[in-house]
C-alpha cells in the first residue's frame, strides 16, 4: 500500500505558477514510477508528467511541455511539478499516482485544485 497526499493547489492568475507537492507513504520502495494527472470537470481524466525512480526518465503530456517540471526527491519520498505560464484550460483537479510499472497506476491521491483565472 501507498498513501499519496497532494498539496500547493490553489487560485492563480494566468501566466502565474505553482508548485504542486505529492508525499508518499507506506511501501514507497514500489513506486517505480510516479505520475501527475488533471481531470477537468465534464472531461476525462488525463496524463500530465511521469517520472521514473531514477529521475531520468521523464514524460509530459503536449500540452504542458514547456511549461510544467515534474521532479522527485526520493530521499523525502516527494514528487514535485512546477507548474508556469499557466493558462485557463490548466483548470483542473491535480492528481499523484504511484506505478511500480509504468502504465500501471495502482495508488492515487485524493487531489488538489487548482484554479487559473483570466
Known amino acids: 500500500q501507498v498513501n499519496l497526499a497532494e498539496s500547493g493547489g490553489g487560485l492563480v492568475q494566468a501566466g502565474g505558477s505553482l508548485r504542486l507537492s505529492c508525499v508518499a507513504s507506506?511501501?514507497?520502495?514500489?513506486?517505480?514510477?510516479m505520475g501527475w494527472f488533471r481531470q477537468a470537470p465534464g472531461k476525462e481524466r488525463e496524463f500530465v508528467a511521469r517520472?521514473?525512480?531514477?529521475?531520468?526518465?521523464?514524460s509530459y503530456a503536449d500540452s504542458v511541455k514547456g511549461r510544467f517540471t515534474i521532479s522527485r526527491d526520493n530521499a523525502k519520498n516527494t514528487v514535485y511539478l512546477q507548474m508556469n505560464s499557466l493558462k485557463a484550460e490548466d483548470t483542473a483537479v491535480y492528481y499523484c499516482?504511484?506505478?511500480?510499472?509504468?502504465?500501471?497506476?495502482?495508488?492515487w491521491g485524493q487531489g488538489t485544485q487548482v484554479t487559473v483565472s483570466s
Open positions: 507506506g511501501r514507497t520502495s514500489i513506486s517505480s514510477y
Open positions: 499516482a504511484s506505478a511500480q510499472i509504468m502504465g500501471n497506476y495502482r495508488y
Open positions: 517520472i521514473s525512480w531514477s529521475g531520468g526518465r521523464i
